[in-house]
């Protein structure tokens, strides 16, 4: 597949320099972008097996220590 883009100077300049000092062609630098990207926009969805983790059953909750929390004496934000 064959992609024109149209890049406004500034970001045209900064491309260039970046695949330039990179020693890549602009071609081949966007290429790699768009792959990284890519990459982590897949990589930012949880595995399987922690979306059906139903936990541990024998476990008791942290929800039932706050009672043993104290109140702060002192309101750091005052």
């Known amino acids: ?5 149209h890049l406004n100077n500034e970001l045209s300049s900064q ?9 890549k062609s602009i071609d081949t630098f966007i290429l ?3 792959e990284s990207y890519i990459s982590n ?3 930012k969805t949880w595995k399987q097996e922690i979306i ?4 541990f059953p024998d476990l008791t909750p ?8 104290l109140e702060p004496k002192d309101d750091p934000f005052v």
Not at 15 to 23: D, E, L, Q, R, T
């Open 1 to 5: 597949m064959d992609v024109l883009l």
């Open 32 to 34: 790699k972008v768009l």
């Open 15 to 23: 491309v260039k320099s970046i695949a330039k000092y990179n020693g």
């Open 62 to 69: 942290f929800e039932n220590y706050r009672n043993e929390l």
């Open 52 to 55: 059906d983790f139903q936990g």
């Open 41 to 43: 926009i897949e990589n």
